[in-house]
């Protein structure tokens, strides 16, 4: 499932913004225990916003007021939030024509300008969100909003010596807060090292709990954590996680579906359709109508599927400018459609222009298999591979294209190592795995 981890990654992009702001919280000038608390910069009061309402409120503050900037910024910060909670691209969209709005009226408007960079950062806008970022920070140092996303963007590319060299200097000027330990976090799961990966997020989780931070935020960590469980084959430690995100925020689409995702493995497939049933009802994206139109095939709901399939591309048609952002999620949906191999290819090429990380790799050595051009699948594995991701769908991906060139031994060794990482209902893996119960989880330093 890279298509929806990479979409759980890319809201550290929306998250680490709103974090920035608060983290930078000054004491109140007044000894008073009711007074109101000062901040550097007025965004900072985002966090202290119900989201639904702060936006309606600047709504209307907008329409009452087109000339206030400040308004439009706190706007978009709003819609960022929600974007990120409800994993909805077109409220990213929204914040993106706030911010700019913002910069149309006041165009050194830091704020705003930061805000732009992680929102096109969200939506996968990669080049003009390392424009706008580098610019802001090359004239203003201290702008670590700006430094984030440079960062963030960095990684997603697949510029990942420079991306990491962006994490350095965040941890040496802020510490180690939780919008730096996500970062660090998702560097080092890139890296195979899940066991840091773990431990970082934990600690993250450990002081926004401490903290009382907004439990939508703690929900964002405790997902987190799930996916790097469930992607290192520990299910019941990452239901564990799934299940504390939910506890904070009963309706999270990104629990819903993770808690999906496991199911599914279990191969309790009623309960997955229900689970990614409420994900959709809660936040439709095209990935979790493809999952659900999934289960639904393997529960013999033949017409179920298709409608759910139909959606699920219909959707991303209507994503306008922000197609591009689902080019891995679909290549990877057609590359298990019969007659779509071509398709799947021709997204894989488009998404890899875009973004050369791993992952992008990866999906490319897919669709270059399922078009059996096999040699130029093995380059493409070798590529996702280089930094010792440890994601099962690798080592399978990678096992199978050794087996269509006819290297048995190094097949069998990519089939073993992603069993043994996570077999996740494939019957192949599963074969050689054996039975799923007991199994240690096993989490790599």
């Known amino acids: ?27 109140a000038t007044s000894a008073s225990a009711g007074a109101p608390t000062v901040y550097n ?17 600047f709504e209307t503050r907008v329409k009452e007021d087109p000339r206030d900037f400040i308004s439009f910024t706190i706007l978009g910060q709003l819609y960022s939030r929600r974007g990120r909670d409800k994993s909805d691209l077109s409220d990213f969209a929204r914040a993106e ?21 992680a929102a096109y950062a969200s939506q996968h806008k990669f080049s003009e969100a390392l424009a706008v970022a580098r610019e802001l920070y ?47 976090a998702q560097l080092s799961e890139l890296k195979g090292q899940t066991g840091p990966a773990v431990t970082l997020l934990q600690r993250g989780v450990e002081t926004m709990r401490k903290t009382a931070d907004p439990p939508t935020e703690i929900a964002w960590f405790e ?12 299910l019941a430690e990452s239901e564990r996680h799934f299940d ?17 995702d496991i199911r599914a493995a279990q191969g309790r497939l009623e309960d997955a359709r229900d689970l990614y049933a409420r994900a959709v009802a809660e936040s439709p994206t095209p990935r979790r109508l ?41 290549s990877m949906f057609y590359a298990e459609r019969l007659g779509k191999a071509a398709d799947a290819l021709d997204l894989a090429q488009k998404d890899l222009a875009l973004r050369k990380d791993v992952r992008g790799y990866d999906v490319l050595a897919w669709a270059l298999y399922r078009n059996k051009r096999f040699d130029e699948a093995k380059a493409a594995i070798g590529d996702a591979m280089k930094l010792g991701t440890r994601d099962p769908d690798f080592f399978y991906h990678a096992g199978m294209i050794y087996d269509a060139l006819g290297d048995r031994a190094k097949a069998a060794g990519y089939l073993e190592e992603a069993a043994r990482i996570s ?3 494939r019957p192949e893996l599963v074969k050689i795995a054996g039975a799923a119960d007991g199994r240690k989880c096993d989490l790599r330093n």
């Open 423 to 425: 077999p996740r209902g």
């Open 223 to 234: 997902a987190r954590l799930g996916d790097v469980y469930y992607h290192s084959g520990c």
């Open 244 to 260: 504390a995100a939910l506890a904070l925020y009963n309706t999270y689409p990104l629990g819903l579906a993770g808690l999906g």
């Open 138 to 184: 090359q004239k203003n140092p201290a702008s670590l909003d700006a430094l984030a996303t440079m960062a963030d963007a960095l990684l997603e590319t697949g510029q990942y010596r420079e991306g990491e060299e962006a994490i350095a200097k965040l941890t040496e000027k802020i510490g180690e807060i939780p919008a730096i330990l996500a970062r660090r």
């Open 1 to 27: 499932m890279n298509a929806r981890r990479a979409l759980l990654l890319v809201f550290i992009l929306a998250f680490g913004a709103l974090l920035f702001f608060r983290w930078r919280e000054q004491p």
């Open 41 to 57: 910069d007025h965004m900072l009061g985002v966090s202290r916003l119900d989201t639904d309402r702060g936006i309606a409120q």
């Open 290 to 330: 493809f999952d659900l139109g999934t289960i639904e095939e393997r529960l013999g709901n033949a017409p179920a599927a298709a409608e759910r399939y139909t959606a699920g591309e219909e959707m991303i048609r209507k994503a306008g400018e922000n197609q591009a952002a689902y080019y891995r999620e679909l």
């Open 97 to 117: 024509q706030s911010f700019n709005h913002a910069l149309r009226l006041s165009p050194e408007h830091a704020a705003a300008k930061s805000g732009l960079a």
